[in-house]
């Protein structure tokens, strides 16, 4: 796959994991799952939450289509998507 950039990884905060559990609706999962998507392609994909300048960097990804609103920082590298909260 030459050419490609690789995918970062998806990290869940406790809150965010418990979240994720709570989640019945296979609809839902999915439009979860897309979103996820979206964001281990390209971190970047969320709009920066105006705040302070310290690290890490809130950002917050919203699909209006599907629902789904995620706030996560990155790390450092881009290498690792960590994901604080999710409304789906």
Not at 56 to 74: G, Q, S
Request: hydrophobic share 45%.
């Amino acid at each position: 796959m030459a050419g490609q950039q690789r995918r970062a990884r998806i990290a869940f905060s406790d809150a965010a994991a418990k979240q994720v559990e709570a989640i019945t609706s296979e609809a839902q999962l999915h439009a979860l799952d897309r979103a996820l998507v979206v964001i281990s392609v390209d971190p970047e994909a969320g709009d920066p939450i105006p705040g302070g300048a310290t690290d890490p960097r809130l950002r917050e990804y919203t699909d209006t289509v599907e629902r789904v609103r995620l706030l996560y920082w990155t790390s450092a590298l881009g290498t690792v998507v960590v994901v604080a909260y999710i409304e789906v």
